[in-house]
C-alpha cells in the first residue's frame, strides 16, 4: 500500500484514523467495523478448515476400510470364481490390492443388548488393505481372527454390549433354513478375536469383520463372495480405473468407484459447505457497510480541513487516496487480526472444544451426529487467501464512494462559515 501514497498522505490519512474527542462517534463505528471484519474474516476461515477438515477425515476413512472401486454381481448370487477375476485385476497397472469380500445384515444380541450389524467376511490377509482397521488391532487380536474364526467388533458396539475380547457375541441372520413352518433365522455364537477403532462412530458401532470362509458359510455363500473391493494408488483419478476395470468384466457384473457409492452424502457436504461460505460471507458484508457509514461522517466532519487542503494545491486525487487509506486500513488490520485468530482457533480447535465442553459441562460434538470422533479442521491455505483478498477487495470498494465524496467538496462553500 505504501507504494501507492505518498508520505503526506499516508501521515494525514494516519491522523485521521485517530479520532479526537469531538469525532468519538465516528471512532466508534470505525472499531465496530474493525471488529465486524475481524470477527467474519476469523469465522470463515475457522468453519471452511471444519468443513474441510470433515471432508477430508470421513473420505479418508471411506476409503481406509473401503475399496476404491467395488465389483458387484447383478443376478444376486454372488461371484464365483472370484480368485482368477482377482488375479486378473491385480495385474492392471495402479492397481494395489483386490480383496473378495463376503457382506450381510445380522442382529447382534449380548446381554440383553440387540444391535443391527453389518457382517463383511474378509481374509485375514486381507485386512492390511484396510489401513484403520489394520493399525487399531493388536497381534493377539490377528492371530485369533486367523486361527480361531474369530470376529472383530468396533469399539462402540463392545462398550453398548459389555463385550470384551474373548467374550462371545450372538449373530442372527434372517438367512437360514427352509422347513415347513416357513424360513427359520440362522444364530450363531462366535468368538470375539479383538476390538477396533477406526474413529469413525457409524463403522465403530455396526460393523462386524469375520473370516472369509466362516462368513460364507453363516450366510449361505459357501462358494461365492458378494463382491469384490479394489484398492488402486490415486483414489481421485477413479473414473480411470474404473473405466478401465469395467472394460473387462463380464455382463453380469458392475463396477462402482468410491465417488458413486458415497455421492449423495459428498453432494451434501459440498452443498453445506457453500452455503455456509455465503452466509458468512454476508458478516464481512455488513462491516464494509459500517466502514462506508464511517467514512461518510467523516468526510463531513473534515470539510474545512479538505478545503483548506485543495486551496494548498492538493490534487482531487490525493484527496481521494488519504481517505481511501483511512478506510482501506480498517479492512486492512481486521483481515489480519482476523487471519491470526482463525488460524489459532484452527490450530488449537480440539482443546477449546475440550476446554469449552469442561466449562459447560455438555457435549458440543456428539460422534452419534457428526461421525467423527474428534473435532478435525484442514487449513487450505487457498482459501484463507480467498478470503483475504476477498476482505480486502470489500473494504476498498466500501470506502470508493465515501473518498470519491471528499473530492468534490467545493473548497469556498467549506470555508464560507469557518
Not at 20 to 36: D, K, N, Q, T, Y
Not at 72 to 99: F, H, Q
Not at 172 to 200: E, N, Q, Y
Request: with cysteine; net charge neutral; hydrophobic share 50%.
Amino acid at each position: 500500500m505504501a507504494l501507492f501514497f505518498s508520505p503526506v498522505e499516508r501521515m494525514l490519512a494516519l491522523r485521521y484514523m485517530r479520532a479526537r474527542r469531538a469525532e468519538g462517534f465516528i471512532s466508534v463505528i470505525a472499531w465496530f467495523s474493525l471488529a465486524g471484519i475481524t470477527l467474519g474474516v476469523a469465522t470463515l476461515i475457522i468453519v471452511m478448515s471444519v468443513m474441510n477438515g470433515f471432508r477430508a477425515e470421513l473420505v479418508d476413512r471411506i476409503l481406509g476400510l473401503n475399496g476404491h472401486v467395488a465389483i458387484y454381481s447383478t443376478e444376486g448370487n454372488g461371484i464365483k470364481n472370484y480368485d482368477d477375476l482377482a488375479l486378473s485385476i491385480t495385474d492392471m497397472p495402479g492397481v494395489i490390492a483386490v480383496t473378495p469380500q463376503i457382506e450381510g445384515q445380522v442382529m447382534a444380541t449380548k446381554n440383553a443388548v440387540s444391535l443391527g450389524a453389518v457382517i463383511r467376511g474378509v481374509r485375514w490377509s486381507d485386512l492390511a488393505a484396510r489401513k484403520p482397521l489394520w493399525d487399531s488391532l493388536d497381534d493377539k487380536a490377528i492371530a485369533s481372527f486367523r486361527d480361531d474364526g474369530g470376529v472383530l467388533i468396533g469399539k462402540t458396539m463392545a462398550f453398548k454390549t459389555g463385550i470384551v475380547p474373548g467374550g462371545t457375541i450372538t449373530l442372527t441372520t434372517a438367512r437360514g433354513k427352509a422347513t415347513a413352518f416357513g424360513t427359520l433365522p440362522t444364530r450363531r455364537s462366535f468368538k470375539v478375536a479383538g476390538i477396533f477403532d477406526v474413529g469413525m462412530h457409524e463403522y465403530d458401532t455396526s460393523f462386524i469383520f469375520m473370516p472369509l470362509d466362516v462368513a460364507g458359510e453363516f450366510l449361505g455363500l459357501p462358494t461365492s463372495v458378494s463382491g469384490l473391493e479394489i484398492y488402486v494408488d490415486d483414489p481421485q483419478n477413479i473414473a480411470f480405473y474404473r473405466a478401465t476395470i469395467a472394460s473387462t468384466l463380464t455382463k453380469n457384473l458392475r463396477a462402482f468407484d468410491w465417488l458413486d457409492r458415497n455421492k449423495s452424502f459428498l453432494n451434501a457436504l459440498a452443498v453445506e459447505r457453500n452455503v455456509m461460505f455465503l452466509i458468512l460471507t454476508l458478516i464481512i458484508l455488513v462491516a464494509a457497510f459500517n466502514i462506508v457509514s464511517s467514512m461518510i461522517m467523516l468526510v463531513r466532519s473534515k470539510n474545512a480541513d479538505i478545503a483548506v487542503l485543495r486551496t494548498m494545491g492538493a490534487s482531487g486525487g490525493s484527496i481521494l487516496r488519504v481517505f481511501l487509506m483511512t478506510g482501506a486500513s480498517i479492512g486492512v488490520v481486521g483481515t489480519a487480526i482476523g487471519s491470526v485468530l482463525g488460524m489459532l482457533f484452527c490450530w488449537k480447535i480440539d482443546a477449546i472444544k475440550q476446554f469449552l465442553e469442561g466449562m459447560t459441562g455438555s457435549e458440543l460434538f456428539a460422534a452419534e451426529i457428526y461421525f467423527l470422533s474428534n473435532l478435525p479442521a484442514k487449513v487450505d491455505s487457498q482459501e484463507v487467501l480467498m478470503v483475504i483478498v476477498m476482505a480486502i477487495s470489500l473494504s476498498f470498494i466500501a470506502s470508493l464512494y465515501p473518498a470519491w465524496r471528499a473530492t468534490r467538496i467545493a473548497p469556498a462553500e467549506a470555508l464560507r462559515y469557518e
